[in-house]
């Protein structure tokens, strides 16, 4: 098990990725064009979150015993891993220089123009905003996943134990508290305009901080796997 204060430095981190931010900001102004009401708006933005949670926790909670078995066969696994994290962690880092350019941590191929075709279709259904949601982590785990990733294999380490569930609970509690706080602050009457100009405008920094703790946890990895 990584220590608690990297689990939670790399949850904080995490949760700022403008990946995130980008998709809900977008969802909001759409429901908050067709709400009726600020107490609808807030409970489709609620089950929408609520579904990011419990998509990331039910991968890590799945991902975490498969990462776990393949790490007793070969050392050289979380070595591999380490490695995919540092690549991230660069692509992350060159994002600050030339954004948009080469490879970069982002959405699947189409997947921007699918998100605001559904939308698009979101009624009165709060299971609609709750489905959104779940689609949403799932396309967007390319963009988020790499600090993740990092710290499911980390964990993997330790086993699975009721202290490693608690953790990647926690973990995934910190990811989604900065869309509960842009959640709220629609309900108080930000405009979306305002908050995209301030997500555009900070994107860089952002990505350059998680490009840095990829490079560190991926360095630990391969450190971990080779000692």
């Given amino acids: 098990m990584p220590p608690i204060p990297i689990i939670i430095g790399a949850a904080v981190v995490d949760s700022i990725n403008p990946c995130a931010f980008g998709v809900l900001i977008f969802l909001l102004a759409y429901l908050a064009k067709i709400s009726e009401s600020k107490g609808k708006l807030l409970l489709h933005g609620l089950a929408y979150i609520l579904a990011v949670f419990l998509t990331y926790l039910l991968a890590g909670l799945v991902l ?6 393949l790490g007793n066969f070969s050392v050289i696994f979380y070595a591999i891993i380490g490695a995919i994290v540092v690549l991230a962690g660069l692509f992350e880092l060159k994002d600050l220089i030339w954004y948009g350019r080469g490879p970069s941590l982002a959405l699947l191929p189409g997947a ?3 998100i605001k075709i559904y939308a698009g279709r979101i009624s009165g259904s709060i299971f609609s905003s709750f ?11 390319p963009c988020t996943g790499a600090v993740y990733l990092a710290i499911l294999s980390l964990m993997s380490l330790a086993g699975i134990s009721g202290a490693t569930v608690f953790w990647l609970i926690a973990y995934n509690v910190i990811f989604v508290l900065p869309l509960i706080v842009i959640l709220f602050a629609f309900y108080k009457g930000a405009s979306g305009e305002r ?9 860089k920094l952002m990505r350059a901080a998680i490009g840095i703790l990829l490079l560190v946890l991926g360095a630990w990895m391969i450190q971990t796997a080779l000692l």
């Fill in 131 to 141: 489905s959104l949601g779940v689609f949403v982590a799932l396309v967007e785990l």
């Fill in 195 to 203: 908050l995209e100009e301030l997500r555009k405008k900070h994107r």
């Fill in 64 to 69: 975490l015993p498969v990462i776990g078995s």
């Fill in 112 to 114: 921007a123009d699918r």
